[in-house]
Structure formats: C-alpha cells, structure tokens
C-alpha cells in the first residue's frame, strides 16, 4: 500500500496509472474508520483497477472549531484496516497541503440543498465538504468515485457539485452499511446503550414501512405510519421525517412513477442524533 503525504508525489503516482490505462476510484475519508467505509474501498476495488483512499480531517466543514479538534484521528489503526483491505494508495495531506496560505475562497451555488436538512442544521458545511471534495477531484482526477448512502444530502451535494463544474467523474453511490437487524452502522451507536439500541431499530422499521407501503398509501398515511412505528417505542425524538424528491430533496406530496424518491429520516435515542434514509424506488 503506498502512503502519499503530498500532492506532488501522489500526482506523479497517478500519472504511472493513467499512462498504463487504469481505471482510479477515489474513496474520500475524514478518517476514524470503521465497517462503512471498508465497504466503500471493496465495491471501488470491484469497479476500478486503483483505489486511493484519502484520510483528511476536513477543517472547513466543522461549524463548531471543539468538534474539529475532538474528532478521533485514529491514523495508525486506519492504515492498518486499508491495508487489512488492500487499498492501493492512501493520502494523508495536513491542512497546509489541502489549503495553503494564498488559497481561494470558496462558494458554489448549491441553491436549496445547502438550506434544508443537513444545510439547515450545520451552516456552511457543504460548502466545506463540496471545498474539498473538488480539490480532491482536481487532484486525484479519479473515473469514480465512492460515497455512502448512509450520508445522503451529502452524496446529492457532490453530484451537483459533479454537475455545476462539468466533472468527468462518476458518482458511485454505496448501500448503507447495516447490522443483521437493520441498524445503519455509524460509530455513534457505541454510544447507545443495549436497550437504546434496540430502541433505534425503530428507525429501520419505520423506513421499511414506507418503502413497504408506498403504492398502497398516501403520503401522509405514510408518514403518520412511520412516525407511528417510531412513537410506539417511546423516547425517541424525530427532528425530521421527509418523503423527497431524490435529486432535489425537495418534499413531496405525491410520489410520481417517473421520478425517484427518498426517505430521510433523524432521530434522537438516548441523546444520539441518528440519521438513516431509505430510497424508494
Ligand atoms: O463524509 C465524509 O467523511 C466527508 O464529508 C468527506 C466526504 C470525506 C469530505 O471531507
């Protein structure tokens, strides 16, 4: 696995690539990783020839300067699991690396998506995640690259950002990650205790339940369903539960045979904010 700190050494490896024709999916990371993001680097080995698996905590997308400071930088145990995993290439710039002194300001036109939900709750972070992600694409030009689904406004972000710039890369969005019983897996449920945790399949079910009744109901039977199925288990607090266009993430009333949608959906359990989705179609 080869370890590139700078971008003049990992452009120069990806040069090699490119002359002998190799197809490069890009797996871009904050690091601190776990199951979700090793299957994010297994589905870009089945479609790419060279994974290259960023780790850069990214400082424009925290609103808050203690959570950018408090977020776990794990880097020896992170590099073990890629490896584990057999991951091409890993970039591990620091800060001065991704945005130096003489550095643009940023701002793309996001329109809606960066004032609804996420957007909503977190100024300015897409504007950050979409800053770097395209200075990663600059960089790495890889044909593909892979986001979690688990994170879905965010994967909507960097397709408009894809679209807005004309980027020739492929958007390869990854099935969330979930336990046996449905649990989306995402490192805030350690902080779950076991009956928070069996309280939060909640959230599964009542995604389910959409999905499930969705040519048999309207869409506020389902929601009122939904919200139904996460009351019946008590303590948990719905900050939102929306039925969406895909693209957009503008909500629906009606769910149109010829366009897609999604569920969103984010709960508190046991003072863990837990945010799952579901695609409908
Ligand atoms: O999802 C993340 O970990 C980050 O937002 C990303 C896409 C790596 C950009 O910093």
């Known amino acids: 696995m080869k370890i590139f700190k700078t ?12 002359e002998a024709a190799k197809k490069i999916a890009l797996v871009p990371t904050m690091g601190a990783l776990h199951e979700g993001h090793l299957s ?7 479609i790419a020839d060279a994974t290259v698996c960023s780790i850069f905590v990214n400082p424009t997308q925290f609103n808050d300067p203690k959570d950018l400071e408090r977020y776990p930088r794990p880097i020896q145990n992170d590099l073990q699991l890629l490896e584990a995993v057999a991951c091409d290439v890993v970039f591990l710039p620091e800060v001065d690396e991704m945005y130096p002194g003489d550095d643009m300001p940023w701002h793309i036109d996001l329109g809606e998506l960066d004032q609804i939900w996420e957007g909503a709750k977190r100024p300015g972070h897409f504007q950050g995640v979409t800053q770097i992600v395209y200075k990663l694409f600059q960089l790495v030009r890889p044909d593909v690259a ?3 689904q688990k994170d879905f406004q965010q994967v909507m972000v960097i397709q408009r950002l894809v679209d807005i710039k004309e ?3 492929r958007i390869h969005i990854c099935p969330t990650v979930r336990n046996q019983d449905g649990l989306a897996l995402s490192s805030r449920n350690l ?5 928070g945790r069996i309280k939060a399949l909640a959230l599964y079910r009542s995604l389910a339940f ?4 969705k040519t048999a109901k309207t869409v506020d039977a389902l929601k009122d369903g939904a919200l139904q199925i996460l ?3 008590g303590d948990i607090e719905v900050e939102y539960l929306a039925i969406c266009e895909r693209r957009t993430l503008r909500e629906v009333d009606l769910l149109l045979p010829h366009k897609q949608h999604v569920a969103l959906l984010v ?3 046991e003072g863990v904010r837990l945010i799952d989705n579901m695609l409908l179609d």
Do not use: H, M, T
């Open 167 to 169: 980027l020739p890369v």
């Open 7 to 18: 971008q003049k050494e990992l452009q120069s490896f990806l040069q090699g690539l490119r």
């Open 40 to 46: 994010l680097i297994r589905e870009a080995q089945q």
């Open 210 to 213: 959409i999905k499930n009744y």
């Open 231 to 233: 009351a019946q288990e």
């Open 191 to 195: 902080r779950l205790s076991d009956a």
């Open 146 to 148: 892979c986001f979690g």
């Open 267 to 269: 709960a508190w359990v």
